[in-house]
């Protein structure tokens, strides 16, 4: 069987994966490309062997792959397909060309006003399609803001966004998400709510525009 980790193996016969771009507690994601378009497609992999120890891993993968599909819109990342293949799954999405906000603000360290008010006009859009459909991010950082090179956010990982039309995943007490970026009362134990993505766009402006996270005196990434 090809290595999964070399550009000779192919997903579904089309797909590349060329080179790891990031990590985390859902999966791998990798810069690929689409043979048949030639196009670049990020490629998001949840290992078979987590899936094994951890099922309950691969219906929360299918849960992102699905809410992605449903969202389409133009400031969230687009999904292409969603692939089982020797027993490891993944998403295949929109390759964005360019820095999370994070790096950006790590770099600049804050951003001119008429710069966040664009990013914070994007994001509501983005945030209003999600809530209309009942979706609720949960997890919304600067490092999951990608910037196109073209200038447009968009807005990425879902792996942990809880769907009112799914039944919900997580278990009581458990914690979802990034504390810096958590709205209280979810911190305090309290379910996610459309106005927990909002509290914590307000925190994602701030730091963008004071170039520091409200409430420490250097930024928390």
Do not use: C
Not at 5 to 27: C, F, H, K
Not at 35 to 63: H, Y
Not at 137 to 151: M, S, W, Y
Not at 190 to 214: F, I, N, Q
Request: without cysteine.
């Amino acid at each position: 069987m090809d290595n999964p980790n070399t550009p000779a193996a192919l997903i579904v016969g089309r797909y590349t994966l060329d080179r790891e771009i990031g990590s985390g507690g859902m999966g791998t994601v990798f810069l690929g490309t689409d043979t048949t378009t030639e196009s670049r497609v990020a490629i998001k992999r949840l290992d078979g062997r987590r899936v094994a120890l951890q099922p309950e891993l691969a219906e929360r993968f299918q849960r992102e792959a699905d809410a992605l599909r449903a969202l389409n819109h133009p400031n969230i990342v687009r999904m292409h397909e969603r692939v089982i293949q020797d027993g490891d799954h993944y998403i295949v999405m929109d390759y964005v060309d360019g820095p999370d906000l994070s790096d950006v603000l790590v770099q600049h360290g804050s951003l001119p006003i008429d710069r966040v008010v664009d990013i914070g006009i994007e994001l509501a859009d983005a945030l209003t399609r999600a809530h209309y459909l009942r979706i609720i991010h949960r997890d919304l950082k600067p490092a999951n803001i990608l910037i196109d090179r073209d200038g447009t956010l968009k807005l990425s990982d879902f792996g942990v966004a809880y769907w009112e039309q799914k039944d919900r995943m997580t278990r009581q007490g458990v914690m979802v998400g990034t504390p810096a970026y958590m709205a209280p009362e979810v911190i305090n134990g309290g379910t996610s709510e459309p106005r927990s993505d909002l509290w914590s766009l307000g925190v994602v402006l701030y730091e963008a525009l004071a170039g520091k996270h409200p409430s420490t005196k250097n930024r928390s990434t």
